[in-house]
């Protein structure tokens, strides 16, 4: 395997949890009364919970930000980048970034605040919630060289959630492509939604296809089924099963993380 995510995530089949942002400023849930420092206090409390569970990074995201946009606002990036840096100032675990749906503005941010690696949706076509969406991959990595970001890794989501693509290809050959064509670090595989469960059965065709590329699973991942998903792809991320009541909008339950990790861990 050319890269391995322990090269940047410091362990074996790593455990990467959410760490999601309220609604920033200019969304339509945002909380003006508890403003930025009500983000900051928010996303602090996730981090220590999800630092003191045992998890090997942590990635931030800005799930808050429904209804998404293809693109993203320039209030959600300055406003997730200082938040970001205070939050992380002495994290003892690796992080990554996230911006639903903005590929060069997540490199951004991770150049800016010292991220190890960006998820996003690279390379594609969608018909999606947000509207018409097409990604502009080679734009995105060019970005990266341009910036002096070469470090920060790029996994690649390669079955966008809360979109269809326009053309099906079987999830095999399209992992192989985007790897041999758009220079994917790592390749995620996503169910339909936030804290859907993937189909396992396209992990095992995704790793069987790319066996010289990480292969992550990226929804749905819960205590019941983590043993099970990692005993083929080669680290996962979870957010909806560490919240209070397993409830995505609720904040990180540090017992439920604790509990979580231990199985994981086997």
Not at 9 to 24: G, Q, R, S, T, Y
Not at 68 to 89: H, K
Not at 162 to 186: H, M, Q, T
Request: proline letters at 6%.
């Amino acid at each position: 395997m050319s890269f391995q995510l322990k090269y940047i995530l410091n362990v074996e089949k790593p455990v990467i949890a959410m760490a999601h942002f309220p609604p920033m400023p200019g969304s339509p849930l945002y909380d003006a009364d508890a403003g930025i420092a009500g983000i900051l206090k928010w996303v602090k409390a996730d981090v220590a919970a999800l630092e003191k569970g045992g998890v090997d990074a942590i990635m931030f995201c800005n799930e808050g930000d429904r209804p998404y946009y293809v693109g993203t606002r320039p209030e959600s990036l300055a406003v997730m980048a200082s938040v970001i840096s205070q939050a992380a100032e002495h994290l003892s675990v690796p992080f990554g970034v996230d911006i639903l749906w903005d590929p060069i503005g997540a490199i951004a941010l991770a150049k800016a605040t010292g991220a190890r690696f960006v998820r996003e949706v690279f390379t594609g076509v969608y018909a999606s919630d947000m509207g018409l969406w097409n990604t502009g991959c080679a734009d995105a990595v060019r970005y990266r060289r341009h910036v002096g970001a070469d470090d920060v890794k790029l996994f690649f989501v390669i079955n966008a959630e809360f979109a269809a693509p326009i053309g099906e290809r079987p999830i095999g050959p399209l992992a192989k492509s985007v790897v041999f064509s758009s220079l994917a670090d790592a390749v995620c595989v996503s169910g339909p939604m936030t804290g859907v469960s993937v189909d396992e059965e396209n992990l095992e065709l995704a790793k069987r296809a790319i066996p010289g590329t990480p292969v992550i699973a990226n929804t749905g991942v819960r205590q019941e089924n983590v043993r099970r998903i990692l005993n083929v792809a080669d680290g996962v991320i979870v957010g909806t099963a560490l919240k209070n009541d397993g409830y995505t909008w609720n904040p990180v339950d540090q017992a439920r993380v604790a509990a979580f990790m231990k199985t994981a861990r086997g």
